[in-house]
């Protein structure tokens, strides 16, 4: 039994008494007791790698704010680091991989992982679960088998992802073969955070949006519904709910609402009335104020806020949440002002007149 299951109904698109709300990297940097934990860990990977310590980063976000969800503390890159690419954070320079996988050799090479070499994984999501007794659902989460693949190729973060374009096109075939690879990962990984107790799932696509309309298609949407496809059902045969999110896929939404999961995550450039009248009642919608608004004032916030809410309009089936991760440097209070807002201002709009 989940105490506060508002998040859970919004995905089903059951009415709520208020919009339920988390943000993408509700825990993180933005937190001084995230920066402290981390510095005691002493790297990113040591943080994700101990389950002890993810799960108080976890819950960090939830002792500060009434957030309606928690996201399992832990990051997309583990499975191609399990894959053997050798992953690290270096301070302030973002995911670097020891190896890449950008010829045809090694991307022959690659093969879905042990489920053991991400144990640690799992075992944070069991001892999350214990942790939140119920209070809120949990949501577990991978990266798209096209977003691990554009790392992979790279070797970290690049910014148009260049070489991932040129095989795109030039070689599709040994693109297709990496991302065919990765979502067997990606289905074992999320059903093993499944197995371990995770309530919803979300996959990020990352970099979808800087495909073109047929690359999109063959090698982000399709490989992401094989994914979903093959999501586990829970013990008592009821879905499990999922969230798909593609920054820059505005241009797809109708056909992003097709390939069979429970919502669609919206970046901030998306119209959410628009997306509503586009997808219609078949998906939840997630999203999607501009992160930036977080860097603002407290007034700003609110408003911004509530012409999201506006936006969404009152049919069942929005999660509030940011377009996309929370910026480094935001301040908590804004987003205490934030999470206020949504509650009250969709409460508001609920109540009978
Ligand atoms: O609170 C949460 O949302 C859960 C934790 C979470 C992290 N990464 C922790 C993290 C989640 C859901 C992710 C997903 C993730 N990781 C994505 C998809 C979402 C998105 O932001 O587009 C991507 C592309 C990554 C890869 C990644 N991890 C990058 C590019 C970076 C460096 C950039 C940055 O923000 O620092 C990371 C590191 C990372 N993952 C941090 C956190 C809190 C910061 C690292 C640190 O503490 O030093």
Same mark, same amino acid.
């Given at each position: 039994?989940i105490?506060n299951d508002t998040f859970l109904?919004?995905l089903?698109?059951?009415?709520?008494?208020?919009?339920p709300?988390w943000?993408?990297?509700?825990?993180?940097?933005?937190?001084?007791?995230?920066?402290?934990?981390?510095?005691?860990?002493?790297?990113?990977?040591?943080?994700?790698?101990?389950?002890?310590?993810?799960?108080?980063?976890?819950?960090?976000?939830?002792?500060?704010?009434?957030?309606d969800a928690a $996201?399992?503390?832990?990051?997309?890159?583990?499975?191609?680091?399990?894959?053997?690419?050798?992953?690290?954070?270096?301070?302030?320079?973002?995911?670097?991989?020891?190896?890449?996988?950008?010829?045809?050799?090694?991307?022959?090479?690659?093969?879905?992982?042990?489920?053991?070499?991400?144990?640690?994984?799992?075992?944070?999501?069991?001892?999350?679960?214990?942790?939140l007794?119920g209070s809120v659902p949990l949501i577990?989460?991978?990266?798209?088998?096209?977003?691990?693949?554009?790392?992979? $190729?790279?070797?970290?973060?690049?910014?148009?992802?260049?070489?991932?374009?040129?095989?795109?096109?030039?070689?599709?075939?040994?693109?297709?073969?990496?991302?065919?690879?990765?979502?067997?990962?990606?289905?074992?990984?999320?059903?093993?955070?499944?197995?371990?107790?995770a309530d919803a799932?979300?996959?990020?696509?990352?970099?979808?949006?800087?495909?073109?309309?047929?690359?999109?298609?063959?090698?982000?949407?399709?490989?992401?519904?094989?994914?979903?496809?093959?999501?586990?059902?829970?013990?008592?045969?009821?879905?499990?709910p999922?969230?798909?999110?593609?920054?820059?896929?505005?241009?797809?939404?109708?056909?992003?609402?097709?390939?069979?999961?429970?919502?669609?995550?919206?970046?901030?450039?998306?119209?959410?009335?628009?997306?509503?009248?586009?997808?219609?009642?078949?998906?939840?919608?997630?999203?999607?104020?501009?992160?930036?608004?977080?860097?603002?004032?407290?007034?700003?916030?609110?408003?911004?806020?509530?012409?999201?809410?506006?936006?969404?309009?009152?049919?069942?089936?929005? $999660?509030?949440?940011?377009?996309?991760?929370?910026?480094?440097?935001?301040?908590?209070?804004?987003?205490?002002?934030?999470?206020?807002?949504?509650?009250?201002?969709?409460?508001?709009?609920?109540?009978?007149?």
């Amino acid at each position: 039994m989940i105490h506060n299951d508002t998040f859970l109904r919004a995905l089903r698109r059951e009415p709520t008494p208020y919009t339920p709300i988390w943000l993408m990297r509700q825990a993180g940097r933005y937190l001084p007791e995230y920066n402290a934990t981390r510095t005691q860990a002493g790297s990113f990977m040591a943080l994700a790698g101990n389950p002890a310590l993810a799960t108080e980063v976890t819950l960090q976000p939830l002792a500060r704010f009434p957030l309606d969800a928690a $996201i399992l503390f832990s990051d997309i890159l583990t499975i191609p680091d399990a894959m053997g690419l050798g992953l690290s954070f270096a301070e302030n320079e973002g995911p670097r991989f020891a190896k890449t996988t950008r010829d045809e050799a090694a991307i022959n090479a690659i093969a879905v992982p042990d489920m053991a070499k991400l144990r640690y994984v799992f075992d944070a999501v069991a001892q999350i679960k214990r942790a939140l007794k119920g209070s809120v659902p949990l949501i577990g989460f991978a990266g798209s088998p096209f977003t691990l693949a554009c790392y992979m $190729i790279e070797g970290g973060a690049s910014p148009g992802f260049a070489n991932v374009r040129r095989m795109a096109h030039a070689r599709p075939d040994l693109l297709h073969r990496l991302v065919a690879t990765n979502a067997l990962a990606v289905t074992a990984y999320l059903n093993e955070q499944i197995a371990a107790g995770a309530d919803a799932v979300m996959i990020f696509d990352t970099w979808g949006g800087l495909l073109n309309h047929d690359a999109f298609q063959r090698m982000s949407l399709a490989t992401m519904r094989d994914v979903v496809a093959g999501l586990a059902t829970a013990s008592d045969g009821s879905t499990i709910p999922s969230i798909v999110f593609v920054k820059g896929g505005g241009a797809w939404l109708t056909q992003i609402a097709g390939i069979g999961a429970s919502a669609v995550g919206l970046d901030w450039t998306v119209d959410m009335a628009a997306a509503r009248r586009g997808v219609g009642s078949r998906v939840a919608l997630q999203g999607n104020l501009d992160p930036e608004v977080l860097m603002t004032d407290r007034d700003t916030v609110v408003r911004e806020a509530s012409k999201v809410l506006h936006a969404a309009g009152p049919a069942p089936g929005h $999660i509030f949440n940011l377009g996309h991760g929370i910026v480094p440097g935001t301040p908590p209070e804004n987003v205490a002002a934030l999470v206020e807002a949504v509650h009250r201002i969709s409460r508001e709009t609920r109540a009978p007149p």
